[in-house]
């Protein structure tokens, strides 16, 4: 998995407190031992993605990965450690539907990051994923297909640990399949055939019921996932 560091360049002027606060970051999670740094220091990250500076929000990820690695080495819990970043999870599902590739690009990556992580609970991250989208958001398309799209990836990139029900229930809620942006269409079509490529046939009989779903499209998720099982 590519380094997030990838995405930005620190020399930018208005960095530095971002950059060094990375540095320093064994430093403060040593010297405060239980106390509230991590709270703090997602707190931060959390600002820092919701800026307008392209930048201000690269270099934010940098310090949200190294505060997880810092938590990872902590041994921390992820009954505490999930919750810490529960906001800046939603805030990173809201970037995929971005229009600039760089931002769309290193949020996702950040959260499969997130998703790898052994004190983040991926289930965590996959529910927030599959919360309904606002019904002016769904009309236009894009903010379902970036879900659809990132939902596909989770699943491929980690198999059977994420579960495939949620995935299923937000393509039917949203009516992916019968979207009048063919974007939105061609997204829950791949879903579909990934999570029963991962998970087998399960997947399509729970969409024996409906109605968005004939038995044409049954037939060609079927011969979708054949053709990618014989390789």
Not at 169 to 187: L, N, P, Q, Y
Request: charged content about 25%.
């Amino acid at each position: 998995m590519p380094s997030l560091s990838n995405f930005t360049n620190r020399d930018n002027a208005h960095l530095p407190a971002l950059s060094k606060m990375v540095l320093l970051l064994p430093d403060i999670f040593s010297e405060n031992g239980d106390s509230c740094a991590e709270t703090v220091l997602c707190s931060i990250v959390e600002m820092g993605i919701e800026d307008k500076n392209v930048q201000v929000y690269l270099e934010s990820l940098i310090l949200l990965d190294e505060t997880i690695e810092q938590l990872e080495f902590l041994k921390v819990p992820q009954s505490k450690a999930t919750p810490l970043v529960s906001r800046i999870i939603t805030s990173l599902l809201s970037k995929l539907a971005d229009s600039k590739s760089k931002v769309v690009d290193s949020a996702e990556l950040a959260l499969l990051s997130m998703a790898n992580s052994s004190v983040i609970d991926k289930t965590s991250i996959v529910n927030a994923a599959c919360k309904r989208v606002r019904s002016k958001e769904n009309k236009g398309g894009r903010t379902a297909k970036s879900r659809l799209s990132f939902l596909e990836n989770l699943a491929a990139e980690f198999g059977q640990e994420v579960s495939w029900k949620r995935s299923i229930e937000f393509t039917k809620a949203h009516k992916s399949f019968e979207h009048k942006d063919g974007g939105v269409r061609a997204a829950a079509r791949s879903l579909i055939v990934t999570l029963t490529a991962i998970h087998g046939n399960v997947v399509l009989d729970s969409l024996n019921d409906c109605e968005q779903v004939s038995e044409k499209l049954l037939n060609e998720f079927r011969a979708a996932v054949f053709a990618i099982k014989q390789g």
